[in-house]
Each structure stands twice: as C-alpha cells, then as structure tokens.
C-alpha cells in the first residue's frame, strides 16, 4: 500500500483568515479520477467553504493535459 500523501490546506486557510487558535473539525474527502488520485478537499461547515488542492505528482505529471 502506497503511503498516504500529505496536502497542505493551512497557507490557503491562513490568506483567508480563517486559523484561529480554536481547534475545528474539518470534512476532507480524496479526488479520484479514473483510477488516479488527482487532490483532495476540505470542507469547512463553519464557514461554508470548500478547498480543494491538487496533488503534486498529478500536476508535475502535467494534469488532465497528460498523455
């Protein structure tokens, strides 16, 4: 089994101004395309706001532009 892949959501969060010292419990969910992982997302009922990143060996392989 493949190690899982560690996204880093926090620089995004962080220009929203959304960290705060509290801990939140966040939904994340991977993004699967035929087969590949392609990112991941959170989902943020505090706020109601979703944010997605790809991963990086997805867009190093060149996206859905790859052949």
Do not use: N
């Not at 969910?29 to 943020?44: K, P, Q, S, T």
């Not at 505090?46 to 997605?52: E, K, M, Q, R």
Request: aromatic residues 14%; proline residues 3%.
């Amino acid at each position: 089994m493949a190690a899982a892949r560690q996204f880093r959501f926090i620089p995004c969060l962080k220009a929203r101004g959304f960290l705060s010292t509290k801990i939140v419990t966040m939904k994340a969910a991977r993004a699967h395309i035929w087969g590949e992982l392609v990112g991941a997302v959170i989902w943020d009922e505090a706020t109601g706001l979703a944010t997605f990143e790809y991963d990086p060996t997805f867009k190093t392989r060149g996206g859905f532009g790859a052949a």
